[in-house]
């Protein structure tokens, strides 16, 4: 039976596919293309590839390719391999796609400010989702049970060991979990 959050959830949604649609009217691309340039614009270096985005968005691979090789031509993305290691390649936004991204952002949603009651609402709502169906990753490194403060002030990955910046625990990393009991 559907419940009140299956109503808000599904209008927001909604809203949120009509906006995508028209900023990339606007910007002269797809809806698919503003989804892509979004996900690179907000993941870590742990997660900017063609293998994380066609996990995030739940596209296959091939389709990923092709919007891929379309953002390049049309200068949005370069990729690089990646140096720790020959087989991966990463994906960056040039700065015509930076330019694009942020406009987009502008255009999107109403400015909440921090809104920081209906951000941990909706934190609460995909941890929820994420543990019951058991589909981790692709959180926000601040949340991630890996996640270390250490005492200087910084941050460390449990993980792969390697320090954090403070850019960096507030992006959206394939590898996320969150602590279960949280
Ligand atoms: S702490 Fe978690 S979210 Fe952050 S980089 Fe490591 S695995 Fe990714």
New binding site residues.
């Given amino acids: 039976m559907i419940n009140d959050i299956d109503i808000w959830l599904e209008r927001l949604t909604s809203l949120y596919r009509s906006q995508i649609r028209h900023a990339a009217n606007n910007e002269g691309i797809q809806p698919v293309h503003v989804e892509i340039l979004q996900y690179l614009s907000i993941c870590?270096r742990?997660s900017n590839t063609a293998q994380a985005l066609s996990e995030y968005l739940g596209q296959t691979k091939g389709s990923i390719s092709q919007s891929l090789k379309l953002l390049e031509k049309d200068g949005y993305i370069e990729r690089n391999q990646c140096p720790d290691d020959k087989r991966v390649t990463r994906l960056y936004l040039t700065p015509k796609a930076k330019a694009s991204v942020k406009r987009i952002a502008n255009s999107l949603m109403p400015n909440l400010g921090e809104a920081k009651e209906a951000s941990d609402a909706l934190k609460s709502l995909l941890m929820e989702w994420q543990l019951k169906n058991s589909h981790q990753g692709f959180?926000q490194?601040q949340s991630?049970r890996?996640?270390r403060s250490l005492p200087n002030g910084k941050f460390q990955?449990?993980?792969?060991g390697e320090p954090?910046t403070k850019v960096e625990v507030k992006q959206i990393?394939r590898?996320?979990?969150f602590h279960s009991q949280s």
């Fill in positions: 870590n742990y959180g490194c991630c890996f996640n990955c449990g993980l792969t954090l990393c590898e996320h979990e």
